[in-house]
């Protein structure tokens, strides 16, 4: 009477807070949007973590 459905949902793409430099490849990691088109991203380098504020311009979807 009653039958299952064997219909599969696409589950939607996660937002990822994963980024490229445009002038360099490197990835990085957007910490914060900041005003006036600024971030705040993360970068490892090493066993070190730096912070740096660039546009959103210069950085892409990895």
């Given amino acids: 009477m009653f039958r299952k459905s064997k219909r599969t949902t696409?589950?939607?793409?996660a937002q990822t807070d994963q980024y490229r430099l445009k002038s360099t490849g490197r990835r990085?990691?957007?910490?914060?949007h900041l005003g006036g088109g600024?971030?705040?991203?993360a970068m490892d380098s090493g066993r070190i973590t730096r912070e740096d504020i660039v546009s959103a311009r210069d950085i892409t979807r990895a």
Avoid at 10 to 13: D, G, I, L, S, V
Avoid at 38 to 41: K, T
Wanted: proline letters at 8%; hydrophobic letters at 45%.
């Fill in 38 to 41: 600024d971030v705040r991203i």
């Fill in 10 to 13: 696409a589950t939607p793409t």
């Fill in 28 to 32: 990085v990691t957007v910490l914060e």
